[in-house]
């Protein structure tokens, strides 16, 4: 049996998801706080690896003892444990909802899908309670730039080959991934970019978000987005937007999830 765990965290000051030696880590940060928890050394293992500066809302990960241990380890009532936890956690890192699962479970390879959303603002000036939060887009963006904008994420829905939207260097061979839904809409001085899909490439959702920008502006046209998926070069897609306007929003998993909170 292992806990599942769905965290929040502001990733402004972590070097990412993944434990690094001499450095503040999401997963070294849980690690600390669920073995100071339960007493003993506890084994985390995430959804995803975030880069660092990228935020999440609904990241899940598993928490189980390191090494054999009795089927009866978890002692403290599942939708408690967040309350336990609150003492060990640091204040960028919360717990939005827990969940015990079977040993057969894992947070990777059981998940269907992911959400990840990313937020842009287009004001004059800048806003410092953004900073770190969302990008701030130099140039307005018009119900034209908008339009644009979703005319051109149309065009990236449904299984393609992402490989000009996947980072250069990058180590994956096969760079197919079914997105199920992209869009940009307006919801008061901020643009939200929401997207689903099967998988997420290296900095896929950055580039995406970069390219529509671009699109936003008229330096490219949406009809650009067929020639860029079969060019499959990095170099045909736009910027890559920052890394602190993305956030991993849901998880979608292979079995039903009953999320407690108490």
């Known amino acids: ?18 434990y690094q030696p001499d450095v503040r880590t999401v997963q070294g940060s849980l690690t600390s706080a669920v073995s100071s928890c339960f007493g003993r050394d506890m084994k985390i293992t ?27 380890w978890l002692r403290i009532p599942v939708g408690k444990v967040h309350r336990a936890l609150s003492r060990f956690l640091p204040e960028d890192i919360a717990v939005a909802g827990e969940c015990e699962v079977p040993d057969d479970f894992h947070p990777r ?6 959400e990840y959303i990313y937020r842009m603002y287009d004001t004059v000036a800048a ?18 730039g908008l339009c644009r904008m979703n005319e051109a994420a149309s065009c990236l829905i449904g299984y393609r080959d992402f490989t000009s939207f996947m980072a250069s260097g990058s180590k994956i061979e096969d760079a197919r991934r079914t997105v199920e839904s992209l ?16 998988g997420f490439l290296y900095n896929m959702v950055r580039i995406i978000t970069g390219t529509l920008a671009d699109c936003a502006r008229g330096t490219m046209d949406p009809g650009d987005m067929v020639r860029i998926l079969e060019k499959r070069d990095r170099c045909a897609a736009g910027k890559t937007a920052p890394a602190d306007g993305l956030y991993l929003n849901d998880v979608t998993y292979d079995r039903e999830i009953s999320w407690k909170l108490d």
């Open 1 to 18: 049996m292992k806990l599942l765990l769905k965290i929040m965290y502001n990733g402004r000051d972590f070097m990412g998801y993944q």
């Open 46 to 72: 995430g959804c995803s690896r975030t880069d660092a500066g990228v935020h999440a809302l609904g990241f899940c990960c598993t928490a189980e003892p390191a090494g054999e241990h009795p089927d009866d």
């Open 109 to 114: 390879y059981s998940v269907v899908s992911k």
């Open 127 to 144: 806003d410092p309670f953004l900073t770190g939060r969302a990008w701030h887009l130099k140039h307005p963006v018009t119900e034209e």
């Open 183 to 198: 869009s940009v809409v307006r919801e008061g001085r901020e643009l939200m970019l929401r997207v689903r899909a099967d």
